[in-house]
């Protein structure tokens, strides 16, 4: 879901994907957004937090 946001900013060597040497901006959910329904995305938990691979929440 990130790969062509960083197209976008010239920034797919280091951004963008999930790889070694790249900059790890993620967070983890506590329910996959593809499997769940629309009237409740709202609700779901953010469990963790990571920015540039260190985690922050």
Do not use: C, N, P
Request: proline share 0%.
């Amino acid at each position: 879901m990130t790969i062509w946001a960083a197209y976008a900013g010239f920034e797919e060597s280091y951004r963008g994907s999930l790889e070694k040497g790249k900059d790890a901006d993620f967070v983890i959910l506590e329910k996959d957004l593809m499997q769940a329904d629309e009237k409740e995305l709202f609700k779901i938990k953010v469990l963790q937090t990571h920015i540039a691979g260190e985690r922050v929440f």
